[in-house]
């Protein structure tokens, strides 16, 4: 019998692909959320895609009695959690190490984080760190994942927030496809060497790949451990645009606007570890990360 995977908000966009990476891995995942920033749509997806039964409860993480009647109904071998409230009003998403003072950032750079995004994410890794070390028998693998951006290839997943998008790819869709106007660039005097800012831009198949990965190393592993999940590639905004430019083969009306607080001029990813003791890399390119991006809106964009 597979091991059963539990994935909290595995109907939103990380962890929809984290449950048909599983399932093709040989897992047996289910999916808990409350779909504040998703939709029950995405379900028959997820199973056509995972050639498997989905089995989903819809309940709040926080809601400690139906988590418990999660695990009392189902045979949980392992949880990958990718439920959690967000709402950044950036075009990018920021990074939970801040501005480094080099690049790549590497997993024992010190974060240092210019916003409660990053800030609440570094209060949860110290969290499950000291439980690691509290109680043995826990195995963790804490991933640091990057600009997570794309769609499925199959053009049956994608990024479908509630409302406006805040991803940079999602947000160059909707302009692509008329529905924006424009693309709002948040500062173009960053100390880059285009004056926009550069991060390290992940396809989300990439970013799911890595977490199966993760989940098989935790097998025979003890403790917590630190990951990077990037390219290791540093892309502008300018050259993100540019990308998408030839994915849509339609110009993308620009705006340039000021710097927004909390935001850094680079994050790049050191990916070194993630390769040595997962034996994982990135294997997708920004020209697929825009591609596939473009597919997903074309077929609908939305769950």
């Known amino acids: ?28 995942p289910v999916v808990l959320d409350n779909f504040a920033n998703s939709t029950p749509a995405v379900l028959p997806r997820l199973e056509s895609l995972s050639g498997r039964p989905v089995p989903w409860v819809n309940a709040d993480l926080r809601d400690l009695v139906a988590v418990r ?58 969290f499950v760190r000291d439980l690691a070390r509290a109680n043995a028998n826990w195995r963790i693998a804490i991933l640091r994942c990057f600009n997570a951006a794309g769609a499925h290839t199959t053009g049956m997943l994608g990024e479908a927030p509630r ?6 790819l999602s947000l160059l869709a ?45 097998a025979d592993a003890h403790g917590a451990i630190t990951q990077n999940v990037g390219t290791g590639r ?3 905004v300018y050259e993100i645009i ?3 430019e030839r994915a849509c083969g339609r110009r993308i009306g620009q705006l340039t606007a000021a710097r ?12 070194k570890r993630a390769y040595e003791a997962l034996g994982w890399r990135a294997t997708r390119g920004l020209d697929a990360v825009c591609a596939d991006t473009w597919k997903w809106q074309k077929s609908g964009g939305r769950l």
């Open 1 to 28: 019998m597979p091991e059963t995977v539990l994935v909290t908000g595995g109907a939103g966009y990380v962890g929809s692909h984290v449950v048909v990476e599983l399932a093709r891995g040989g897992y047996a």
């Open 69 to 126: 009647r999660v695990f009392h109904d189902h045979p949980i071998a392992a949880v990958v959690h990718c439920a959690g409230l967000k709402s950044i009003d950036e075009s990018e998403e920021r990074p939970v190490y801040g501005q480094a003072a080099a690049l790549p950032v590497s997993e024992e750079t010190p974060p240092s984080p210019q916003n409660v995004y990053g800030r609440t994410k570094r209060v949860v890794e110290d």
């Open 163 to 168: 409302g406006r998008p805040s991803g940079l």
């Open 174 to 218: 909707r302009v692509a496809a008329g529905e924006l106007s424009e693309i709002q660039v948040t500062g173009n005097d960053w100390p880059t060497p285009d004056g926009t800012g550069v991060r390290d831009y992940v396809h989300i198949q990439d970013v799911a790949q890595a977490h199966l990965q993760a989940l098989k190393w935790l």
């Open 234 to 236: 540093a892309q502008s």
């Open 242 to 244: 540019a990308a998408f």
């Open 260 to 271: 927004r607080a909390g935001d850094v001029a680079a994050c790049v990813a050191d990916t």
